[in-house]
């Protein structure tokens, strides 16, 4: 995924427009419909057309010089049959279930989440007192949720905020339709929800994370959540009250992936549906039209006793034109765009050199 410094190029896809959330929106518990921690939030209930996957586009791609490595690497996702929802789900209401056959084909995927690259929603914790003096507004069964004007993908927590030092987190304020808009631009595309599900349950079945069952193996942090008790206190025991950098905690999985769970919310390819059968199905590609699309991961705002949706199974929903402090995304390509080519080479050849180092010290 391309950094930052190239900053002058995704601003003519990224804008500022303003996202109001709907008052009925409830907290994240039991079986509710909405996600507090993920704020469902409505502009505009317009269907919008159906969109099949886009096509990559020919542009010429700059790669412009940076002091802070890239995180470009994609990884190959193979062709598999994996059991796509669960029988056992959490919150029903958001069709997790039932259970089903789905064989999803190769593909590539980023390694990473987009890296950081109006008025938006933002966590009230960590906006300026300066700021909040001039908010009039919340969402009623979240409160926390405090619309910010200024609040944008280069001022995530208001206009007196800065990613100057976050450079390597992961880009937030970031609609639906400015994410498909950039993955075009890097000759890429959204995934879509069955190839996010598969790329985060790996080989595994009938397991709640990419790597297992267990919160935290062995002890260690494997995704940056919330510790403590939501929204008052955050202990930050991950080391991370918001956003953490892209690469930060291991590879999630056998294949590899950074952060597919946690750290923020990913948008998918598919239009929001809820009701599904146990038929098998080859490469899903969601319904052809809808109101809202599906975003997929958990984030640093999900706590277990609040928002337990930091589970591959797991899935919420948001407006095409809705934006928030939480939610980013990453892109995936059927094949991988030429000028990444070089950039792979090197780096599965770094992984070969340090296997073949600790092969000798063994």
Same mark, same amino acid.
């Given at each position: 995924m391309e950094k930052l410094v190239c900053v002058f190029l995704l601003s003519l896809f990224l804008c500022t427009s303003c996202e109001t959330c709907d008052g009925d929106s409830s907290q994240c518990d039991g079986d509710s419909k909405e996600e507090g921690c993920g704020c469902k939030v409505n502009r505009d209930s317009t269907k919008y057309s159906s969109n099949e996957h886009n096509e990559k586009a020919d542009e010429q791609h700059v790669n412009i010089p940076s002091d802070i490595p890239r995180t470009n690497e994609m990884l190959f996702i193979e062709r598999g049959t994996f059991t796509m929802g669960t029988d056992e789900p959490v919150f029903p209401v958001d069709g997790e279930g039932p259970a089903r056959k789905v064989t999803v084909y190769g593909f590539y995927l980023d390694k990473h989440e987009a890296e950081s690259f109006g008025n938006s929603f933002c966590l009230? @914790?960590?906006v300026s007192e300066e700021v909040l003096k001039n908010v009039t507004q919340s969402v009623a069964a979240a409160p926390w949720w405090v619309p910010i004007n200024g609040?944008?993908?280069?001022? /995530?927590?208001?206009?007196?905020?800065?990613?100057?030092?976050? #450079?390597?987190? /992961?880009?937030?304020?970031?609609?639906?339709?400015?994410?498909?808009?950039?993955? &075009?631009?890097?000759?890429?595309?959204? !995934?879509?929800?069955?190839?996010?599900?598969?790329?985060?349950?790996?080989?595994?079945k009938s397991r709640l994370?990419?790597? $297992?069952?267990?919160? &935290? !193996?062995?002890?260690?942090?494997? #995704?940056?959540?919330?510790? $403590?008790? +939501? !929204?008052? &206190?955050?202990?930050? *025991?991950?080391?991370?009250?918001?956003?953490? !950098?892209?690469?930060?905690? /291991?590879?999630?999985?056998? +294949? $590899?992936?950074? @952060?597919i769970i946690g750290n923020v919310w990913e948008w998918t390819q598919d239009w929001w549906e809820t009701k599904f059968t146990p038929t098998p199905k080859k490469n899903p590609k969601g /319904?052809?039209?809808?109101?809202?699309?599906?975003?997929? $991961?958990?984030?640093? #705002?999900?706590?277990?006793?609040?928002?337990?949706r930091y589970r591959c199974d797991a899935r919420s929903q948001n407006t095409p034109d809705s934006s928030a402090v939480n939610l980013g995304f990453r892109?995936?390509? *059927?094949?991988?765009?030429?000028?990444?080519n070089d950039i792979n080479l090197v780096q599965e050849e770094v992984l070969l050199d340090e296997d073949n180092i600790v092969k000798e010290e063994l």
């Open positions: 009230e @914790n960590y609040a944008d993908w280069r001022h /995530p927590n208001g206009p007196d905020s800065s990613i100057k030092d976050i #450079m390597d987190h /992961p880009v937030v304020h970031v609609s639906w339709n400015d994410a498909v808009k950039y993955c &075009e631009w890097a000759g890429k595309r959204l !995934p879509t929800e069955a190839e996010f599900e598969r790329a985060c349950k790996g080989n595994l994370f990419p790597w $297992g069952n267990k919160e &935290e !193996p062995k002890g260690k942090h494997w #995704m940056n959540i919330w510790h $403590g008790k +939501f !929204p008052s &206190e955050n202990t930050a *025991d991950d080391g991370y009250h918001t956003t953490a !950098p892209v690469t930060e905690f /291991p590879e999630q999985n056998i +294949f $590899g992936v950074k @952060n /319904p052809r039209f809808g109101t809202d699309k599906v975003k997929k $991961g958990g984030s640093y #705002m999900c706590h277990k006793n609040y928002c337990y892109c995936a390509s *059927d094949t991988l765009p030429s000028y990444l």
